[in-house]
């Protein structure tokens, strides 16, 4: 039996579907399906069960599992409630860490980008101590998730007892197919695809920095399928443990994003370039791009799908169908 908690959100609905489609039914949810249609992120798949959070820890008790894969977390960048973030992004983690390490289950965990902060410390997935602590989070989100890696890093570091495999993985911009239920939080291309369908402008921010166009500030967008086949790739190869970058390595610009949705649609491009917000102008990343050796020298070589090719994908497989979802 395998637990995906966070399994009715974005990738963690991904990663069911996968689990489904490679003949695992075993398969256990723990999430918060709430009022906002998510529970339609699992309508095609076959589970064992679904437990509410609340439920977990006692649902675990007296447990078998092959596998816990902790996608859960309040995932909103722009959160406030920091007694609330802790307990569902840090303590909770921290319990389940405590129950796969006393009872030799595997831990697969989302970490996030979000933890490198403005990028000033770079992109490099060092998961020592001295490395980590150079990070500075910019919101509350990423100092949770960046929070949990470091308790993991102070238990490699004493050298105490972990869960026989153990495994952060640092999302980058994840987009695909089940992000609709993220409201503000889906990616650019799902927020704005509708216009783009309808031949309506879309606005993409100005550059308000020397040497950088408009519509060119720059991240690392990673298809969700991409993000799924590093996950399976872990629960295949049970000697493989660390902190590791999620990216394809290769950044590239909200406009690129964007007209790949155009050229996928064959039509023609209608963008035009607004000033961004002052507010948030002093702290606008132009730029995230992951480093992915670790990964490779840990022995992934899955590839990571072309951004054309991707939005190709999500666009005519998905976005583009009266079924949208997987």
Excluded at 136 to 160: Q, T
């Amino acid at each position: 039996m395998l637990l995906v908690t966070g399994g009715a959100g974005f990738i963690g609905s991904n990663v069911v579907a996968a689990l489904n489609e490679a003949g695992r039914a075993d398969v256990v949810v723990c999430d918060v399906l709430g009022h906002d249609g998510k529970w339609r992120n699992l309508a095609k798949r076959q589970l064992a069960d679904i437990v509410p959070p609340a439920e977990l820890l006692a649902w675990l008790d007296g447990r078998e599992l092959d596998a816990v894969i902790h996608l859960g977390a309040i995932s909103e960048t722009t959160a406030t409630d920091g007694d609330l973030v802790i307990e569902t992004n840090f303590r909770l983690s921290m319990r389940l860490l405590d129950w796969c390490t006393e009872n030799a289950v595997p831990f697969i965990y989302a970490s996030s980008a979000a933890t490198y902060g403005d990028g000033e410390a770079g992109f490099g997935d060092d998961a020592t101590l001295p490395a980590l602590k150079k990070l500075r989070p910019m919101n509350l989100y990423g100092w949770s998730k960046h929070l949990f890696d470091l308790s993991v890093a102070e238990r490699v570091a004493r050298g105490e007892k972990l869960p026989p495999q153990w495994a952060g993985l640092k999302f980058f911009n994840v987009f695909g197919p089940n992000e609709y239920h993220k409201g503000t939080m889906m990616s650019v291309l799902a927020r704005r695809f509708d216009d783009i369908r309808a031949g309506r402008v879309v606005q993409l921010f100005k550059s308000h920095r020397d040497g950088i166009a408009d519509g060119d500030q720059r991240r690392d967008f990673i298809y969700v399928d991409d993000v799924v086949r590093v996950i399976q790739w872990l629960l295949a190869t049970p000697s493989v443990s660390g902190l590791f970058n999620v990216g394809t390595g290769k950044a590239r610009s909200f406009k690129d994003l964007i007209l790949s949705a155009y050229t996928a649609l064959g039509s023609k491009p209608n963008i035009e370039y607004v000033d961004m917000p002052e507010q948030i102008r002093g702290s606008y990343q132009y730029f995230t791009q992951s480093e992915v050796d670790r990964l490779h020298r840990a022995g992934y070589n899955g590839g990571f799908t072309a951004l054309e090719d991707a939005v190709a994908a999500y666009v005519r497989g998905y976005l583009d169908q009266p079924d949208r979802f997987r």
